[in-house]
């Protein structure tokens, strides 16, 4: 069975530090497929990245930027500058290939503070 | 662009009583997906549809059931509400590429309040 976990419950920071949250998954797959989604105060769950299990490629979009190694299980998710407006519950998920069970992490909740 | 359409998005019910909850997908997204999460804690995947098919199921009670119809909205329902319903449920849907572990794109959820 799958599992993410999200060892940081809360993170608070000033606004314009860096930030870095931390996931780490278990599988057993070798095809599966990483998420990171951000859940605002308002409640939706906003979509951020997918990653597959065989590109191994970092990614940066803006300030966001990701951090995928499959030798530690870990997809880590850094904020640069970050912003009053990033304060969220940050969510780490899995997906195994045909399946569509998505098995999310407990959650980090950032807070940035002006 | 157009984004996964819940409602009702408030529900307050008593204990007992039924609730119907509504999903439109995405235009042209063919699977939905429900989620259930309560106070503080992650999304918990209770079930999935595609092409109005039943395609993974996850831990969603007996007392609730669901369905995708021909237009591709589905619905929640659920019967004998407990207090421990008390949650906000999601609604995600995503196109089927074939290629596995589809981006699921979430609605902005149905907040039921069970008294």
């Known amino acids: 069975a799958q599992k993410v976990t999200q060892a940081q419950t809360e993170i608070s920071v000033v606004e314009k530090e860096d930030v870095t949250l931390d996931c780490v998954y278990e599988?057993?797959?070798?095809?599966?497929?990483l998420f990171w989604y951000k859940q605002p105060p308002s409640g939706e769950l906003v979509f951020l990245i997918r990653?597959?299990?065989?590109?191994?490629q970092n990614e940066i979009s803006g300030r966001y930027s990701w951090n995928f190694q499959k030798s530690t299980s870990s997809f880590n998710f850094t904020i640069t500058a970050s912003q009053v407006v990033d304060s969220a519950v940050y969510f780490c998920?899995?997906?195994?290939?045909?399946?569509?069970?998505?098995?999310f992490g407990a959650g980090t909740r950032l807070t940035v503070k002006p | 662009a157009a984004g996964v359409i819940q409602s009702p998005r408030h529900l307050i019910k008593e204990k007992r009583e039924t609730a119907t909850l509504k999903c439109y997908p995405i235009?042209?997204?063919?699977?939905v997906y429900w989620y259930q999460q309560g106070p503080g804690q992650d999304p918990q995947f209770l079930i999935s549809f595609y092409e109005k098919m039943q395609s993974d199921k996850g831990s969603i009670p007996d007392r609730f059931s669901a369905q995708q119809f021909s237009d591709y909205h589905s619905e929640l329902n659920m019967s004998s509400l407990e207090l421990g319903d008390s949650a906000l449920y999601f609604c995600?849907?995503?196109?089927?590429?074939?290629?596995?572990?589809?981006?699921?794109?979430f609605g902005p959820g149905t907040r039921l309040l069970v008294l």
């Open positions: 995600a849907s995503s196109l089927e590429t074939g290629s596995g572990g589809e981006t699921q794109y």
């Open positions: 235009p042209r997204h063919d699977t």
């Open positions: 599988t057993r797959d070798t095809t599966y497929y």
């Open positions: 990653r597959n299990s065989f590109d191994e």
């Open positions: 998920a899995l997906t195994l290939y045909n399946n569509n069970d998505m098995r």
